[in-house]
């Protein structure tokens, strides 16, 4: 499983970046999640618009 953000959601306010343990995650125009995500959720859990899911 892999975070998969949802750009029209998406806010880039950082609450994700912050909750990532795998530093998988950077913010340009919206968040945008690397290769290195382990799919553990804690950014779904810290995003407060819902715009990332995992699939």
């Known amino acids: 499983m892999a975070a998969i953000v949802n750009a029209e959601s998406c806010v880039a306010c950082g609450a ?6 795998c530093g ?3 913010v340009q125009d919206v968040a945008v999640v690397n ?5 553990c959720g804690a950014c779904v859990d810290a995003c407060p618009t819902g715009a990332i899911t995992l699939e």
């Open 35 to 39: 290769d290195t995500c382990a799919g």
């Open 16 to 21: 994700c970046v912050d909750a990532c343990p």
């Open 24 to 26: 998988a995650i950077e």
